[in-house]
């Protein structure tokens, strides 16, 4: 198996703009995480998905974000209008209920 | 919601020395509680983890214990190596299983290893 895969590893966009990243996890599991990493608030979980279906969203920060999981192997996490203090590490990352996470590489979002 | 509160946020320890990092959490109910070694510009990568029937588990080098009762639980890494050195991360869970809830994270160490 391949992993969890995000895509793109890196991106720079301007404030203003729409961002898409993008995970495909791994194949069997029925759980998908989406979380944030910035240095001032570490790792925070933004929502997650228990076969297909969003379980708890209380940790997007507001209404610019949005997540679908529209099947069982890709999910999108988007922000509209992106702003500055966006700018983070986004990891997906899926697991099933009897075992542990399997994070994705991550995607470095750079709003300019 | 939970909160989870790790100590140090730096440590540093001579090559061959041992590394204590400690953990609380504020949740009961919490009942899963994995280490993650974090290496930069990585992923977060699952080292060992303990669910709350057992005290103390270990893996080599490793080894985590629990405290249900006062709420705490700590790594420990002997014979410190090199390559140990990179952000290690506690977190906690409600999840059963381990995977069926999202984590907690405490805000890491950064280990440092002196040659």
């Known amino acids: 198996d391949a992993g969890v895969i995000q895509s793109p590893r890196h991106e720079v966009t301007e404030m203003g703009q729409e961002v898409t990243l993008r995970c495909k996890p791994i194949?069997?599991?029925?759980?998908l995480f989406w979380y944030r990493q910035t240095m001032m608030r570490g790792l925070e979980l933004l929502i997650y998905f228990n076969n297909n279906v969003p379980i708890d969203d209380s940790g997007m920060p507001e209404d610019r974000f949005s997540a679908k999981m529209p099947n069982a192997s890709f999910s999108t996490l988007k922000i509209q209008p992106s702003e500055p203090r966006d700018s983070a590490v986004y990891f997906c990352a899926s697991s099933w209920a009897g075992g542990g996470y399997t994070f994705g590489s991550g995607t470095r979002l750079t709003v300019v | 919601g939970e909160n989870v509160e790790q100590h140090p946020s730096t440590l540093s320890v001579q090559e061959g020395d041992s590394a204590v990092i400690k953990c609380t959490y504020s949740d009961s109910a919490s009942n899963y509680f994995p280490w993650y070694k974090q290496e930069l510009g990585k992923r977060p990568q699952l080292i060992i983890d303990?669910?709350?029937?057992?005290g103390e588990k270990k893996d080599q080098r490793i080894a985590v214990t629990l405290n249900k009762t006062a709420k705490h639980f700590s790594l420990h890494i002997t014979e410190t190596q090199p390559e140990d050195s990179a952000v290690y991360f506690c977190?906690?869970?409600?999840?059963?299983?381990?995977?069926?809830?999202?984590?907690?994270f405490g805000k890491g160490t950064h280990l440092i290893i002196q040659p």
């Open positions: 303990i669910r709350s029937n057992v």
């Open positions: 194949s069997g599991h029925d759980y």
């Open positions: 977190a906690a869970s409600k999840g059963s299983g381990g995977g069926a809830d999202g984590l907690t």
